[in-house]
């Protein structure tokens, strides 16, 4: 199969050609060469650009999908990075399905006042348990970088 250019892979991916320079720059995808000022890339460069996406979706770091998806190399997946991620996911989607649920009890509970609500009380408090063991689970060098994240946000 011939190489595809960048306006091409980025028709077929649906990865804006900026993008792709980055992944580049990042070492996630590499061009064969160059068609005048355009990058040239290996047909093979739309699997890896799915397998980027996943991760991406996944909640993967460009920084933790680099390892995985060496353009000089077959990809190589850390199984146990994968289960890791799946039972965060699984966490996560366990505590927005409380939320949901909350939700949807406060919008259709019938007092006056949802706080005077036992139901929506309990979901308050089991809320704010899962949120001290998120912060107590936190590792110290990630609190840091989130806090330091916020701060960024917050200037």
Do not use: W
Not at 122 to 146: F, G, K, M
């Amino acid at each position: 199969m011939r190489d595809l250019d960048i306006s091409e892979v980025a028709k077929r991916s649906g990865v804006p050609a900026s993008t792709l320079r980055y992944y580049e720059e990042r070492g996630l995808i590499a061009a064969t060469g160059r068609r005048g000022l355009r990058r040239l890339f290996d047909a093979g460069v739309l699997a890896r650009l799915e397998l980027i996406a996943l991760g991406r979706t996944a909640g993967f770091s460009l920084d933790d999908i680099l390892p995985m998806v060496r353009p000089d190399a077959a990809p190589s997946i850390d199984r146990s990075r994968l289960i890791d991620k799946a039972d965060e996911l699984d966490r996560m989607i366990s505590r927005l399905g409380m939320l949901r649920d909350g939700l949807r009890h406060a919008a259709a509970c019938p007092e006056p006042d949802q706080l005077q609500c036992p139901k929506f009380r309990r979901i308050l408090r089991i809320n704010a348990r899962r949120r001290e063991t998120d912060q107590i689970n936190v590792s110290p060098a990630r609190h840091r970088a989130s806090r330091a994240g916020r701060r960024g946000r917050e200037a």
